[in-house]
């Protein structure tokens, strides 16, 4: 039921602008994967049919740290747009400001289990996946798509929403 609500506002069947009600949507679906699916000993892909590139179905953890960015996007340290008009140079700073979010949580882009993308217009998407694997490499998080008429910084092109998962290191007890 969740997959299918997300799935239905990926295509362009929703409202047109992320709602509260779809962010809420989110972490739910969010919650219910990281306490209610059963525990794996380490972060796993796990590939009910084969995806497409680079689409990956569901991601599993256990014994992890779970880092939620939200409303990232192409602006600089003060909050202003930067490469106005150019979908490339958007998504260039839209990375570094998730990468710094994450190393700020002790993560890096190899732990980003999930993004949502927000798209002012859905002819973007093709551009985006290909800057995507050229970001990730072989590593291919959860992407879901979805076209917003309005997204956080006017101007922008895109905003991610990322989830990042952090495998914790067990602790040695001293005797």
Do not use: C
């Amino acid at each position: 039921m969740i997959a299918s609500a997300m799935n239905s506002h990926s295509r362009g069947q929703g409202s047109g602008s992320p709602s509260v009600a779809y962010k809420v949507v989110d972490l739910v679906a969010l919650l219910w994967l990281v306490f209610f699916l059963p525990a794996a000993e380490a972060q796993e892909t796990i590939e009910a049919q084969k995806p497409r590139p680079p689409e990956v179905q569901i991601v599993k953890t256990a014994g992890s740290t779970v880092v939620l960015m939200s409303g990232v996007g192409p602006v600089d340290k003060n909050g202003e747009l930067v490469a106005a008009g150019d979908f490339r140079g958007q998504f260039q700073q839209t990375w570094e400001n998730v990468r710094r979010l994450a190393a700020g949580a002790g993560s890096q882009l190899g732990n980003i289990a999930s993004i949502t993308v927000y798209l002012k217009d859905d002819k973007l998407q093709a551009q985006f996946t290909e800057l995507q694997r050229e970001a990730f490499g072989a590593w291919n998080p959860v992407t879901t798509f979805a076209v917003a008429s309005m997204l956080r910084t006017p101007g922008a092109l895109l905003e991610i929403q990322a989830v990042a998962i952090i495998r914790e290191r067990p602790t040695q007890r001293r005797n």
